[in-house]
């Protein structure tokens, strides 16, 4: 494959749309060179999670310090905790120029962020059958309370009317099938971008 350039990959939707082991099962059966991009965050490392593994922990003052000295990609503050998130370039940048395809897991408002950078970004909405099922879903894993899952579907519904400015949208019925459609969607447009380089 004579294309040298890595592709930025945006991976977007719903709190609890299953996102997270949707994009496990990707980088297991996809043949691309994916990699993750760990995200940093404020919040306390919850058990099992690791520095540099799952996200990249910084203390408030660390992650305001990085922001400011234009470390970041894109950053936001979560849920009206106090916790912040973003993506750091150092995450983004190297892989890209070594060829690789960065697998971003952000949100909408984070996406509109690096499409100003990056507008040949490929974008991917993640979203569950319907609302009822989504909800469905948050209750199952027994972490929300009331209000909490109340503001996690009102965000949702909000992220659900911004899906239009991504380019592919996939409906996570099954995790399989829906693995399977992404990573077709990644090959499709590593084609085309091979064609581009060789035509």
Not at 36 to 63: K, M, N, W
Request: net charge negative; hydrophobic share 35%; proline share 5%.
């Amino acid at each position: 494959m004579g294309n040298s350039a890595g592709q930025l990959v945006i991976v977007s939707g719903p709190s609890g749309a299953g996102k997270t082991t949707l994009l496990q099962r990707v980088f297991q059966e996809c043949p691309l060179p994916l990699v993750p991009s760990i995200s940093a965050t404020t919040r306390q490392p919850r058990p099992g999670e690791q520095e540099g593994v799952d996200y990249h922990f910084l203390s408030r003052e660390e992650f305001a310090r990085r922001r400011d000295a234009g470390d970041f990609l894109e950053t936001c503050e979560v849920y009206g905790q106090g916790d912040w998130y973003g993506t750091l370039l150092s995450e983004v940048t190297p892989s890209l120029a070594a060829g690789k395809w960065v697998v971003l897991e952000i949100d909408v408002r984070g996406t509109k962020e690096v499409l100003l950078h990056y507008p040949q970004a490929l974008t991917i909405f993640v979203q569950p059958g319907t609302l009822d099922e989504l909800e469905r879903r948050l209750r199952d894993r027994g972490t929300e309370n009331a209000a909490s899952l109340e503001r996690r579907l009102a965000v949702a519904r909000r992220e659900l009317e911004s899906a239009d400015i991504y380019r592919y949208r996939v409906t996570n019925d099954t995790i399989d099938r829906a693995a399977r459609e992404i990573c077709d969607i990644l090959s499709q447009a590593n084609l085309q971008q091979a064609g581009e380089v060789t035509g």
